[in-house]
């Protein structure tokens, strides 16, 4: 008599196991962005622009990459093992073959990419030694996959987080010794290396056991399956990095990692944004196959939360980006992002809506139309800042920015209306729109008042608090009728 299968654990969607899930995926991604952003400080002090912007350039084709490497395969994986566990180790060992292959694949158009480029030696050496990293970052992708559908976030935190704070020290340790940016590329490949190996294990510890069971012909139906998300995947990571590169190349390496400083100060609310998404893009599929009431009441909570914080980040990079550059990068030179932080930040409030509208498509089966979406948008993208960059150098770049992310909003908005019919904005912007113009109002009384910035940031950040924390609990009859109202929705 066989033994049946063991069930899998019961999935908990309470409130405690969405926001530990949240906070594990927002933990390591905050840690990796930080250790980043502070390499990316330290050379700005040690070794100057022209490095930042070799590193700059480095990260955004490594960027690229990972959209072809892993072959959108992550995605994927994560929606099929999110609804059905019991095919995961098929979809593990098929899945890492595929990545491993297009990996390879991957390197031979990098190789074909530079040629075409010329860049200089140092950059071309510094891109490549990076680049072999992509092979274990594939596999590792595979892994958090399967880590996410089984919502068993913790396990990418612990093999990420602990590893990424030794890259930063060590970073530090080698640009204060050795002034140079090679030493650098082999502390990101080795890392990527180590957590390779970290997640592997892990995942034979507490998830199954591999069994090297390879599926040539399922292999080949998981990446015909994928072409989908690679293309969408490739998309993504070409809006994300084409400018820089442009830019690099019609003006000057200096300046793609001054449009790059800008960006980095953006990136820990984009961060939090799609990692809050990623975390919940298991129980967004569930509630769509719960039935659309329920997809569109969770997809519109989303979205509202999200606005909480996009907007008075925008309000405040807006207002105070010239003391905040000087305080990052202590550098005068940096100053010249000021421009392209003040054009670009309202592109966070896009990035919010847009992480909720783009998963909805997915969870919904339409990332064909996503697909499409982005293609347009990419397009327009690569057009527009290419013709501005010309004609304005880094300002054209980031108006280019800012005017795709407006055109991204609306072609987003169409299909999602069509999916869940109306979407009620204006309820999920007006409290958070209030407090950031409270907020906006105190920052400019105190601009000028000698006040040192980040006490600036800290008072701002507490006036938008407590004006949307009044605002919210006067919408719900109270405090403790808005407390309770927030956990009903979100333990749903």
Known sequence: MTTPPSPAPQINTGLKDKARNTASLLVNDAVTRAVTFVIYMLISRYLGADEFGQLS???????????????????????????????????????????????????????????????????????????????????????????????????????????????????????????????????????????????????????????????????????????????????????????????????????????????????????????????????????????????????????????????????????????????????????????????TAWNLVVKGLTSVFGRMLIASQREKTLFRILLVELVFHIVLGVGLTLWLGLVGASIATLLTALLEIVLHWLPVRKVVGQFNLGAAFWKPLASSLAMALYLLLVLNSGMHVLLMLLSAAAVYGVFWLAVSAWTNGGLRQFKAAFIRQWSE
């Open 57 to 343: 350039l480095t990260l955004a084709i490594f960027y690229l990459l990972q959209s072809l490497a892993p072959a959108g395969l992550k995605i994927l994986v994560m929606r099929e093992v999110a609804r059905d566990r019991q095919d995961t180790n098929r979809y593990f060992v098929n899945g890492s073959l595929v990545a491993a292959a297009t990996s390879l694949v991957a390197l031979l158009l990098l190789l074909v990419f530079l040629e075409v480029m010329g860049y200089s030696q140092d950059t071309v050496n510094i891109v490549l030694l990076v680049s072999f990293g992509i092979v274990p970052f594939s596999l590792s992708a595979i892994c958090e996959a399967i880590f996410q559908a089984w919502e068993q976030i913790r396990f990418i935190t612990v093999a990420n987080v602990p590893l990424n704070l030794v890259r930063g020290v060590l970073a530090w340790w080698l640009l204060s010794r050795t002034g140079s940016l090679l030493p650098i590329g082999w502390l990101f490949l080795a890392t990527y290396v180590v957590t390779f190996l970290m997640e592997w294990g892990l995942y034979a510890l507490f998830i199954t056991r591999p069994k090297l069971e390879f599926d040539l012909g399922f292999a080949w139906t998981l990446l015909k399956s994928s072409t989908t998300f690679v293309a969408l995947q490739t998309v993504i990571a070409a809006l994300g990095s084409f400018l820089l590169i442009v830019i690099s190349k019609i003006t000057s390496e200096a300046n793609a990692g001054f449009y790059n400083a800008a960006n980095q100060l953006m990136a820990p609310i984009i961060l939090f944004c799609q990692s809050v998404a990623m975390s919940l893009f298991p129980t967004l599929c569930r509630r769509h196959d719960a039935g659309l009431p329920a997809f569109k009441r969770f997809s519109t909570q989303l979205a509202e939360f999200l606005n909480v914080f996009t907007l008075p980040a925008a309000v405040g990079l807006f207002i105070l980006a010239d003391p905040i550059l000087l305080l990052l990068y202590d550098n005068p030179d940096f100053l010249a992002a000021s421009i392209v932080l003040r054009i």
